[in-house]
T-cell receptor, first 114, second 116 residues
Framework: KQEVTQIPAALSVPEGENLVLNCSFT??????LQWFRQDPGKGLTSLLL?????REQTSGRLNASLDKSSGRSTLYIAASQPGDSATYLC?????????????FGTGTLLAVQP | GAVVSQHPSWVICKSGTSVKIECRSL??????MFWYRQFPKQSLMLMAT?????????EQGVEKDKFLINHASLTLSTLTVTSAHPEDSSFYIC????????????FGPGTRLTVT
């Protein structure tokens, strides 16, 4: 059974700092790995999607890496801003079995202090 | 991009009543839609996978007779919480898959259900 965990559960940093969020998954047979952002009481915003054959994806100040063999992904946020404050979720997409599905991690609550 | 809407955005109902939540893909067709539930300070848990024109596949521990899912068209899926109880109070989020089987899911804004 695929399990996805995220460390740390919460993180508070001063504005301008670079930071790394960690995601680990137990089954390396993933189709892709996605990072999402969720603001309080809101739905999800997709940030980055890394296919299983890729090592990393970049979008603006965000960079996500994927190491399937070790079951890890990281989300790097450069020059953090107060507007980056949110919960960040990683999710592993699995194919096979009865249905294809996204398995979500436990989330990291990020607070960027002005 | 791809836009997914949910209606209503929030609903309060009395215990024992039923509530219907709609999920629509506005600018693309979605053969597969997913329903998730999120309790406070917890992550999203997949409840069921809905394929257009066929019965939904429910995750272990999710009562199919309590959470009725209908996916009658390529742009609309509904989740009906029947005989709601306070423990059903949660944030329900749907997603629509674009590009069948490739894992590109686009999420709705969620529906906050409170059962009193």
């Amino acid at each position: 059974k695929q399990e996805v965990t995220q460390i740390p559960a919460a993180l508070s940093v001063p504005e301008g700092e670079n930071l790394v969020l960690n995601c680990s998954f137990t089954d390396s047979a993933i189709y892709n790995l996605q990072w999402f952002r969720q603001d309080p009481g809101k739905g999800l915003t997709s940030l980055l999607l890394i296919q299983s054959s890729q090592r990393e994806q970049t979008s603006g100040r965000l960079n996500a890496s994927l190491d399937k063999s070790s079951g890890r992904s990281t989300l790097y946020i450069a020059a953090s801003q107060p507007g980056d404050s949110a919960t960040y979720l990683c999710a592993a997409f699995l194919i096979g079995g009865a249905t294809n599905k996204l398995i979500f991690g436990t989330g990291t609550l990020l607070a960027v202090q002005p | 991009g791809a836009v997914v809407s949910q209606h209503p955005s929030w609903v309060i109902c009395k215990s024992g009543t039923s509530v219907k939540i709609e999920c629509r893909s506005l600018d693309f067709q979605a053969t597969t839609m997913f329903w998730y539930r999120q309790f406070p300070k917890q992550s999203l848990m997949l409840m069921a996978t809905s394929n257009e024109g066929s019965k939904a596949t429910y995750e272990q521990g999710v009562e199919k007779d309590k959470f009725l899912i209908n996916h009658a068209s390529l742009t609309l899926s509904t989740l009906t919480v029947t005989s709601a109880h306070p423990e059903d109070s949660s944030f329900y989020i749907c997603s629509c898959e674009k590009g069948q089987g490739r894992g590109e899911q686009y999420f709705g804004p969620g529906t906050r259900l409170t059962v009193t």
